[in-house]
């Protein structure tokens, strides 16, 4: 009987979730990436150039970093082509809340998108909590000090460590 509900505790484990082949996962995932890098590679071209023609600039370094990732996506995505046109078996991933994490990276998102409208203070505060609310926990306590020492914790670093304000 202990063993009967030990095996289906397992199975239940083993089929909830979302379950992808990894090497579908590997190109859906460079697939994004590639958009994300040809989005930052559009910026760094629109940077001024700069004055002296032969001289490398600071727009040019985004440009170089660029031009690496989208390279490097561009591989991934052809292995991971090469390994799908194959049929080659791979591992599958099994993710247990893809729920939680897309709320997660949506939170994520709004704190960057809040930085300069709501401050950085408030807005790490605010999202950090919010990302551990997602995460699962529901204690008070470490909802309201964690937050609060990491707001505290990247202020000193760059305000008072690095000398860079913090807005």
Same mark, same amino acid.
Request: net charge neutral; charged share 10%.
């Given at each position: ?5 030990? *095996? +289906?505790? *397992? ?8 379950? $992808?082949?990894?090497?579908? !996962?590997?190109?859906?995932?460079? !697939?994004?990436?590639?958009?994300a ?37 561009? =591989?991934? =995505? ?25 709320v997660?990276? =949506? ?13 950085? +203070? $408030?807005?790490?505060?605010?999202f ?13 306590? @470490? !909802?309201? !000090? ?12 760059? +305000?008072? *460590? =690095?000398?860079? @304000?913090?807005?």
């Amino acid at each position: 009987m202990l063993k009967t509900c030990a *095996a +289906s505790d *397992a199975l239940q484990e083993e089929t909830s979730g979302l379950h $992808v082949p990894l090497v579908w !996962l590997e190109f859906a995932v460079g !697939l994004i990436l590639l958009g994300a890098a040809g989005y930052y590679m559009h910026g760094a071209l629109m940077l001024p150039k700069p004055l002296n023609v032969h001289a490398l600039g600071a727009g040019d370094f985004p440009i170089i970093i660029a031009t690496g990732l989208l390279g490097a996506l561009l =591989l991934l =995505l052809a292995l991971s082509l090469v390994k799908i046109i194959k049929g080659v078996q791979t591992t599958v991933v099994s993710i247990s809340r893809p729920l939680a994490i897309s709320v997660g990276v =949506l939170v994520l998102l709004g704190h960057a998108m809040s930085l300069e409208t709501i401050g950085a +203070s $408030v807005s790490t505060a605010v999202f950090a909590a919010l990302i551990m609310l997602v995460s699962g926990e529901r204690r008070p306590m @470490p !909802l309201l !000090l964690i937050p609060l020492a990491l707001t505290v914790g990247v202020y000193l670093v760059f +305000s008072v *460590a =690095l000398g860079v @304000p913090f807005p």
